[in-house]
């Protein structure tokens, strides 16, 4: 049972175009809402992450925002950049119970020049 | 602070053969994770230790996959007999009760 939806399964934006990934899940009980870049031979690096007690959270170009009563949160890529090319994975865990991690199917992203 | 360490980077194998996969994580982290990663997809948790104690390992193929955590610092993981769906990367992770880091991955093709 996939417990975490991820769409679109690509994209392509063009160079300073917003990046938007969106990601829905059925576990009420996930409290810990990451997002990962990841670059071909290379594992998945921490992008930025959320919580569900804030609706936002904003690092630099890379803005989260999330909908606790939707279940849903997206990640959103501003100024995108031809280097933001990767696959993107959304994931979400149980963290206080120290639970793994259940990812997504991923978004790769193509930003052209 | 040095990162999260596996080896080999890639192995290639011939199904019904063994291999067996080495992590060493980010030190003073006491939760390591080990993740299937199939070509196309997310990763897959495939077994999870706090220390040296296995957590969730619901998902680990018992009947062909190993792992141990002996001392609570560096893991290995086990594949025998491999078979040509075993063909992923195997990602080993590593936190210390928050965010999750990855490895470089260990790039295994079954033929």
């Known amino acids: 049972q996939q417990q975490v939806k991820q769409s679109p399964q690509s994209l392509i934006v063009q160079k300073g175009g917003i990046s938007i990934i969106n990601c829905a899940y059925e576990n009420t009980a996930f409290d810990y809402f990451p997002w990962y870049q990841q670059f071909p031979g290379k594992g998945p690096a921490l992008l930025i992450a959320?919580?569900?007690?804030?609706s936002e959270k904003k690092e630099g170009r890379f803005t989260i925002s999330f909908n606790k009563s939707a279940k849903q949160f997206s990640l959103h890529i501003m100024d995108s950049q031809p280097g933001d090319s990767a696959t993107y994975f959304c994931a979400a865990s149980k963290n206080q119970a120290g639970t793994a991690l259940i990812f997504g199917k991923g978004t790769t992203l193509s930003v052209s020049s | 602070e040095a990162g999260v360490a596996q080896s080999p980077r890639y192995k290639i194998i011939e199904k019904r053969q063994s291999v067996a996969f080495w992590c060493n994580p980010i030190s003073g982290h006491a939760t390591l994770y080990w993740y299937q990663q199939i070509l196309g997809q997310g990763p897959k948790l495939l077994i999870q230790f706090q220390n040296n104690g296995v957590v969730d390992d619901s998902q680990l193929p018992k009947d062909r996959f190993s792992a141990e955590r002996l001392k609570g610092v560096d893991s290995t993981l086990k594949i025998q007999p491999a078979k040509l769906e075993d063909s992923a990367v195997y990602l080993c992770?590593?936190?210390?009760?928050?965010?999750?880091?990855f490895g470089p991955g260990t790039r295994l093709l079954v033929l």
């Open positions: 992770a590593s936190s210390r009760g928050g965010a999750q880091y």
């Open positions: 959320i919580r569900p007690d804030v």
